[in-house]
C-alpha cells in the first residue's frame, strides 16, 4: 500500500485532505515518541517523508490552510508552531492551539510575522500568552477575523486596545475568564473592531453597564453576546445593549442575578430577531416579562430559564402560542411549574414538530401525568427529571414505549423491603437512572 509509486492503491483511493491529515498525525507522533529523532526529523523537514505524492501534499503551502493541534496539546511547543508556520507560511488561514499550554509569546509572534493572511485563531487555554501576543496579531495580522483567548488570564485591556489597532476586520471576540478586563479596555476595543458579531465575556466580572454602553455606541452589527456570571451587569446596561443592537439573535445574562423583567421588555420591543435566550440564576424574572417576550420574539429557539424560580405555568402557555420554533427549554428549579404547563408544550406547535430538549430537574409538581403529556412531542430526544419526586419508574417507562428514542435522565431512591425495617420502607441513597 505504502509505495514509492504515486500509482500505490492509498494515493489513488484516500483524498488528498484525508493522506494529508495522515501525513501530518504521523510526523507529529513520529516526532514526539521519539525524541532522539526530532533534530533529524526537523533538519529534514518533511521533505523525503513518504513518496513523491505525499512530499508533493507535504510541500504544497496551499495544503496547509486548516491545522487543529487540539489532539496533541499536551505535546505541542512553541518550536512546533514556529515549524508550522514557515512552512505554511501565507496559506494558513485556520489554525487551533486550543488547550496548548505549552506555546508562550514568543513562539506566537513568529508565527504571526510569518502568517499575515490568518483568519481564525484558536488560543483557549493558551494560559502562558500575555498581552505581547496580542500586539503581535496586531501588527501583523489585519485579515483576522476570528479570535479565542477564553482562559488566557494574563490578557489586559492593553490587548484589547492593540487588536483593535490592527485587526479591525474581526468579527468574533472570545475573552471568557480573562478577569482583567474593563470598561476602558472593552472601549478600545469596539472602537477599532466596529464588525464585531459575536462578544463573548463569560467570567469578565469586572464589567459594569458602562461597558455595555461602550458596545451599544459602536457595534450595531453584533449577533450574539454572552454576558454570563458578569454579576455587576444590570437593567441599565440590558437596556442600553438591546437599543444599541437590533440585530441580536443570541443573549445569555445566565448569573446576572440582579436583572428584573425590564430587561425582558428591552428585548421584547427592541430585539425582534431573537433566537436564543439564556438567563439562568436570573431569579427576579417573572411572567409578566416572559409574557412580553414570547409576544414580539416568535424566534425563540432556545431558553434556558433554570433557577427562574418566579415563573409559572402562565410562562409556558405564552411560548406555547407565540414561539412555534421552540427546541430547547430547561425549567429545572422552576419549583411553580405544574403538569398543567406541560399540557400547554405538548399540545403546542413547537411540542408536535420542533421541541427536542427539555430539563425538568428539581420541578417538584411535576408527575406522571407530565410524562403522558409528553407523548406527543414526537421529536423529544432528551428529557431531564432529576430529582423529581412525583415522577415514577413506571411513568417513564409508559412514556418510552411511545418515544422509545427519547433519553431520560432521573434519579430515584430505592426503598427497602418492609421487613428490613421492622415495618414500612424506608427510603436509602438516591441513584441515577439512564433509560
Not at 56 to 63: E, Q, R, T, V
Not at 127 to 135: M, V
Not at 247 to 258: D, K, M
Not at 337 to 350: E, K, Q, R, V
Amino acid at each position: 500500500v505504502f509505495s514509492n509509486n504515486d500509482e500505490g492503491l492509498i494515493n489513488k483511493k484516500l483524498p488528498k485532505e484525508l493522506l494529508l491529515r495522515m501525513l501530518f498525525s504521523l510526523l507529529l507522533n513520529f516526532t514526539w515518541s521519539n525524541p532522539e529523532c526530532t533534530k533529524y526529523v526537523h533538519s529534514i523537514g518533511l521533505d523525503s517523508f513518504c513518496n513523491v505524492a505525499w512530499n508533493i501534499l507535504a510541500l504544497d503551502g496551499s495544503n496547509w490552510q486548516r491545522i487543529d493541534l487540539f489532539n496533541f496539546q499536551t505535546d505541542v511547543e512553541g518550536r512546533v508552531v514556529e515549524n508550522i508556520s514557515k512552512r505554511c507560511g501565507g496559506f494558513l488561514r485556520k489554525l487551533s492551539l486550543r488547550g496548548c499550554i505549552g506555546v508562550g509569546d514568543s513562539s506566537l509572534k513568529t508565527f504571526a510575522q510569518n502568517c499575515r493572511n490568518i483568519e481564525h485563531l484558536n488560543l483557549n487555554g493558551c494560559t502562558k500568552i500575555t498581552d505581547s501576543t496580542c500586539y503581535s496579531l496586531s501588527r501583523f495580522c489585519s485579515k483576522l477575523k476570528h479570535l479565542d483567548l477564553t482562559s488566557c488570564v494574563s490578557i489586559t485591556n492593553s490587548s484589547l486596545k492593540g487588536i483593535s489597532e490592527g485587526c479591525r476586520s474581526l468579527e468574533y471576540l472570545n475573552l471568557s475568564w480573562c478577569d482583567q478586563i474593563t470598561k476602558d479596555g472593552i472601549e478600545a476595543l469596539v472602537r477599532g473592531c466596529r464588525g464585531l458579531k459575536s462578544l463573548l465575556l463569560r467570567g469578565c466580572t469586572q464589567l459594569e453597564d458602562e461597558a455595555l454602553k461602550h458596545i451599544q455606541n459602536y457595534c450595531h452589527e453584533l449577533v450574539s453576546l454572552n454576558l454570563q456570571s458578569c454579576s455587576r451587569v444590570t437593567d441599565e446596561g440590558v437596556v442600553q445593549i438591546c437599543r444599541g443592537c437590533p440585530r441580536l439573535q443570541a443573549l445569555c445574562l445566565s448569573g446576572c442575578g440582579n436583572l428584573t423583567d425590564a430587561s425582558l421588555t428591552a428585548l421584547a420591543l427592541n430585539c425582534p430577531r431573537l433566537q436564543i435566550l439564556e438567563a439562568a440564576r436570573c431569579s427576579h424574572l417573572t411572567d409578566a416579562g416572559f409574557t412580553l417576550l414570547a409576544r414580539n420574539c416568535h424566534d425563540l429557539e432556545k431558553m434556558d430559564l433554570e433557577e427562574c424560580i418566579l415563573i409559572t405555568d402562565s410562562t409556558l402557555s405564552q411560548l406555547s402560542i407565540h414561539c412555534p420554533r421552540l427546541q430547547a427549554l430547561s425549567l429545572s428549579h422552576c419549583e411553580l411549574i405544574t403538569d398543567d404547563g406541560i399540557l400547554h408544550l405538548s399540545n403546542s406547535a413547537c411540542g408536535h414538530e420542533r421541541l427536542r430538549v427539555l430539563e425538568l430537574d428539581n420541578c417538584l409538581l411535576i408527575t406522571d401525568v407530565a410524562l403522558e403529556h409528553l407523548e406527543h412531542c414526537r421529536g423529544l430526544e432528551r428529557l431531564e427529571l432529576y430529582d423529581c419526586q412525583q415522577v415514577t419508574r413506571a411513568g417513564i417507562k409508559r412514556m418510552r414505549a411511545q418515544l422509545p428514542h427519547v433519553k431520560v435522565h432521573a434519579y430515584f431512591a430505592p426503598v427497602t423491603p418492609p421487613s428490613a425495617v421492622g415495618g414500612g420502607g424506608q427510603r436509602l441513597c438516591r441513584c441515577c437512572v439512564i433509560l
